[in-house]
């Protein structure tokens, strides 16, 4: 069983940056973990995944260049680093945790945090 608990959220203005964190407890050797993320209305989508390594990460095209994922395995804590944020980065954002490797598909993520709020403003 694998517990994920994301923290790290606020309310900041666009163009800011803020970095959310994901502190993993359980059996989360050689998992890939990501981020996914909700808008009022809208589906959850695909944010940025991360293989056990760390060597290799997928991104949205939405957030490529502007958002980073990283994670410390001696510390159980996946991070995503969030730059020059938008107001249509305000979401829910989700961690996630999936046996093997990265993916984008939210259906092979077996774990899945609480979330935490990310608001941008104008």
């Known amino acids: 069983q694998v517990q994920l608990v994301e923290s790290g959220g606020g309310l900041v203005q666009a163009g800011a940056s803020l970095t959310l964190s994901c502190a993993a407890s359980?059996?989360?050797?050689?998992?890939?973990m990501g981020w996914f993320r909700q808008a009022p209305g809208k589906e959850q989508e695909f944010v940025a995944s991360?293989?056990?390594?760390?060597?290799?990460?997928a991104y949205a095209d939405s957030v490529k260049g502007r958002f980073t994922i990283s994670r410390d395995n001696a510390k159980n804590t996946v991070y995503l680093q969030m730059n020059s944020l938008k107001v249509e980065d305000t979401a829910v954002y989700y961690c996630a945790a999936k046996n093997g490797g990265v993916a984008d598909g939210r259906s092979l993520y077996g774990y899945w945090g609480q979330g935490t709020q990310v608001t941008v403003s104008s």
């Open positions: 359980g059996r989360t050797f050689s998992y890939a």
């Open positions: 991360i293989s056990w390594s760390g060597l290799s990460t």
